[in-house]
Antibody
Framework: QVQLQESGPGLVKPSQTLSLTCTVS??????????WSWIRQPPGKGLEWIGY???????YYNPSLKSRVTISVDTSKNQFSLKLSSVTAADTAVYYC?????????????WGQGTLVTVSS | DIQMTQSPSTLSASVGDRVTITCRAS??????LAWYQQKPGKAPKLLIY???SLESGVPSRFSGSGSGTEFTLTISSLQPDDFATYYC?????FGQGTKVEIK
């Protein structure tokens, strides 16, 4: 079955850019049935959708983060990536990648295990 | 954007109890709602999609119902493995979560 795995630095300095990659295994990222998503969860808090990308490169971002977010896809590597610029302590969170059903149902499954990114000097 | 509001925020229950969690949408979303279970340190796990469809492998004690603006997740007989936080979701919006604690 499809599995997702996040990778990237666990510590980022304030004002710098957070960069994470999600590697998809067990299935092709080029399937037209799914969007590939990033979701985050600050410590002790709820889930916040960051954005997603279609294999063609079309992107959709959370309006509250849109000015700082870039999501890209590399179909040759079966990976997609997140860049979040000008980070502050408020961006400290567990970052998850997940597959989203591209129908109106739009549910997320499966999820990666998550990676904690701490913003601190 | 449509807002999703869960209640209660915390629920204390005992093993064997019937548990119901409510999720309300700020406008009609038909049946386009999913439910997830999250345990500490783990990623959310899909339980229910399209309001009432049980994800493969999820125990039948979990059920979902509702349409329009009001939805419920029911656990018919709470098991020790069910103590967790539950989230509803519509498209890009999640509810704030309901933590099910041991009474």
């Amino acid at each position: 079955q499809v599995q997702l795995q996040e990778s990237g630095p666990g510590l980022v300095k304030p004002s710098q850019t957070l960069s994470l990659t999600c590697t998809v295994s067990g299935g092709s990222i080029s399937s037209g049935d799914y969007y590939w998503s990033w979701i985050r969860q600050p410590p002790g808090k709820g889930l916040e959708w960051i954005g997603y990308i279609y294999y063609s490169g079309s992107t959709y971002y959370n309006p509250s983060l849109k000015s700082r977010v870039t999501i890209s896809v590399d179909t040759s590597k079966n990976q997609f990536s997140l860049k979040l610029s000008s980070v502050t302590a408020a961006d400290t969170a567990v970052y998850y990648c997940a597959r989203a059903d591209s129908s109106i149902a739009g549910f997320f499954d499966p999820w990666g295990q998550g990676t904690l990114v701490t913003v601190s000097s | 954007d449509i807002q999703m509001t869960q209640s209660p925020s915390t629920l204390s229950a005992s093993v064997g109890d019937r548990v119901t969690i409510t999720c309300r949408a700020s406008q009609s979303i038909s049946s386009w709602l999913a439910w997830y279970q999250q345990k500490p340190g783990k990623a959310p796990k899909l339980l229910i999609y399209k309001a009432s469809s049980l994800e493969s492998g999820v125990p039948s004690r979990f059920s979902g119902s509702g349409s329009g603006t009001e939805f419920t997740l029911t656990i018919s007989s709470l098991q020790p493995d069910d103590f967790a936080t539950y989230y509803c979701q519509h498209l890009r919006t999640f509810g704030q979560g309901t933590k099910v604690e041991i009474k």
